[in-house]
């Protein structure tokens, strides 16, 4: 089973939207979607001039709400929308993201609900009593994978209210690394390490043939700032630990990394690095896009394209 594929679903669902929209630190971005063949028709990326969003899993996200509510008019206005259904892609560091090995999965939805809640406490004693919890498990039966996302309702709230305001109703809340994953998994590649680098953050997400392994995520430090250098050595290291910790628990090889940086300029210098340390092939994440979009909007685009594929 791929994440979407359950219909409850509200973290992992991929229903069609007419748009799709991440809201970063550093910049809101979006596109809109054909519902009839699910294609792109438009998309946009808007840099902030000072961030307006201070992700946290904890505390409220907008720190600038007239320059975030400003921007998504703006994006709405880009892209010709004037009312109708998005997705909200929001920062990483926002959602809690785990992947359970279970031997046995409840069979009634209720029983579900709370199993997982039961099994995430364990991992994280304190779990907020407003927060939206949603999982997916791989097929069958006896021992399986499930993965959880969730996010404080007051902390998704103050993003959908912002769209809402817009004329725009959010259907679906998720995070940028759930959503490339229907890039990296659409040719139905097997075992693998997702890495996804955005602005301060990174997440690596190791996939298994079916399912999900470890999700790992990760502050690296802003991009173009003075400590790089660190920057890199800290993706470079946290993805060697990961590598090695999979081979040694799961006893299987890995076939390869997939690698998406946000900052396309960044992505020859990790690739590179993650190369000279580790024996493993690194491919891009990459997807057909419009002749008239630049690598560098590839790149900031790639998530909200894996939401509709």
């Not at 910790?245 to 590179?272: N, P, Q, T, V, Y």
């Amino acid at each position: 089973m791929t994440l979407g594929a359950r219909v409850r679903g509200y973290f992992t669902d991929r229903l069609l939207p007419d748009a799709v929209f991440q809201v970063a630190p550093g910049h809101l971005s979006g596109l809109r979607v054909n519902r009839g063949d699910g294609s792109v028709k438009g998309g946009f990326v808007l840099p902030f001039r000072d961030r307006p969003v201070s992700p946290s899993f904890d505390r409220p996200n907008v720190t600038g709400q007239d320059a975030l509510e400003e921007a998504i008019a703006q994006g709405a206005k880009n892209l010709r929308l004037s009312s109708g259904t998005a997705a909200l892609l929001i920062p990483e560091p926002s959602v809690r993201v785990f992947v359970l090995s279970v031997d046995a999965f409840p069979a009634s939805g209720k029983e579900r609900d709370a199993f997982i809640r039961w099994r995430v406490a364990k991992l994280m004693p304190y779990i907020p009593e407003d927060v939206r919890i949603d999982y997916a498990a791989t097929p069958g039966k006896g021992a399986r994978r499930v993965i959880v996302a969730m996010a404080r309702q007051v902390v998704v709230w103050e993003y959908e209210a912002l769209f809402e305001k817009a004329g725009l109703k959010p259907v679906v809340v998720t995070a940028p690394s759930l959503a490339l994953v229907n890039l990296v998994r659409r040719d139905g590649r097997g075992a693998g390490v997702l890495l996804n680098v955005e602005d301060e953050t990174l997440t690596v997400l190791a996939l298994a043939a079916p399912g999900w392994s470890l999700y790992r995520q990760k502050a690296v430090g802003p991009f173009g700032g003075p400590g790089a250098g660190e920057r890199g050595d800290t993706i470079v290291r946290e993805t060697e630990n990961t590598v090695r910790f999979l081979e040694d628990r799961d006893k299987a090889g890995i076939e390869g990394l997939w690698l998406r940086c946000a900052a396309a300029e960044e992505f020859a210098e990790i690739k590179r690095r993650l190369e000279t340390r580790i024996a493993l092939p690194v491919e891009a994440v990459t997807y057909d896009s419009p002749e008239a979009w630049t690598e560098a909007h590839k790149a900031v685009l790639a998530p909200l394209v894996g939401q509709i594929l």
